[in-house]
Each structure stands twice: as C-alpha cells, then as structure tokens.
C-alpha cells in the first residue's frame, strides 16, 4: 500500500447517468493534472489510465451530498 496515492476527487460534478465512474475519474485527474495526460511509459494511453488500471490511485470521493437530488438515493426514516 506504499506505492497507492490518494487522491481527494470532488464528485459533485459527476454525472452517473452519463459517465462510468473510472471513466469520469481518468478525465477529471487529466483536467486537474495536466502531466497525467501524457503518454505512459509503459503504453496503454495516457498516465491517469495506467495510474488507475494499476491501482496505484485510491479515489477519496468528496461532495456526494453536493451532487444533483437525481443521483442520491432517498433514505426513508422508520
């Protein structure tokens, strides 16, 4: 587990209804950190891929409360 870097992602903009969650969390670490962009040195596309693919990322989801009501799924209090 030395080798895994968390990373605080803010989920509020996620929309489930249009993107897997890997596939959004690729393209978001891409905006944020532009040298995860570039090319992996081992192949396989860009390096927030090879990142998540080797599991060397562990996603700290915040702001699931902050998302859209149609995404959060109602409790009911008994």
């Known amino acids: 587990m030395d080798d895994v870097l968390p990373v605080v992602v803010p989920v509020g903009n ?43 990322l562990l996603p700290v989801l915040d702001g699931l409360d902050e998302m859209h009501e ?3 799924r109602k409790r009911s209090r008994s």
């Open 70 to 72: 149609d995404f959060q």
């Open 14 to 56: 996620w929309d489930p209804k249009r993107d897997l969650l890997g596939d959004w969390l690729v393209k978001w670490l891409q905006e944020s950190y532009s040298k995860l962009s570039q090319p992996a040195a081992a192949g396989g596309g860009a390096l927030a891929q090879w990142l998540m693919a080797q599991g060397r």
